[in-house]
């Protein structure tokens, strides 16, 4: 691995720990050329995923934009970024699991909101509004409605 400091392709790695329910290694490493300390990250990279578009257009799936996604409904709510996370990484497995190559990008986002209706219920709202592209203040207050009722 090469020093981000000083390109060195000697090191050593002084700590390994299994993240995201061991998917994932964390490696901090020691530069034998400058003696830095940085972090790198190992998975498994898995065939490409990818996404069909309402429109029908397909893409390759973005772990990131479902990150994204989750974190703009949840601005400035009391969500932490380790809840975003592990609702990101749940709906990722979830989608592995179900889907070999090709996902419904309607599928992401009905998964997206299940996970937010449990995380935070404005950021539920605030995710639905913009998915489900409300026309008016109706279909809004419909989506509202509905959610009391479930509590």
Do not use: W
Request: proline content about 2%; glycine content about 4%; overall charge neutral.
């Amino acid at each position: 691995m090469k020093c981000p400091k000083c390109h060195e392709l000697e090191d050593k790695v002084i700590d390994s720990r299994l993240i995201r329910e061991g998917e994932v290694i964390r490696r901090r490493r020691l530069c034998l050329g400058c003696g830095y300390r940085y972090t790198t990250y190992e998975e498994v990279v898995r065939s490409g995923l990818r996404v069909v578009k309402r429109n029908g257009v397909t893409e390759e799936f973005k772990r990131s934009k479902i990150q994204v996604g989750i974190q703009k409904s949840c601005e400035k709510r009391p969500v932490s970024e380790d809840q975003i996370n592990a609702a990101v990484d749940q709906i990722v497995k979830e989608l592995e699991t179900e889907y070999e190559k090709e996902v419904p990008s309607m599928e992401i986002g009905n998964k997206i909101m299940r996970h937010l209706e449990h995380l935070d219920e404005v950021a539920f709202v605030r995710f639905a509004s913009v998915y489900r592209r409300y026309r008016d203040i109706n279909q809004f207050l419909s989506e509202v409605e509905s959610l009391i009722e479930r509590e």
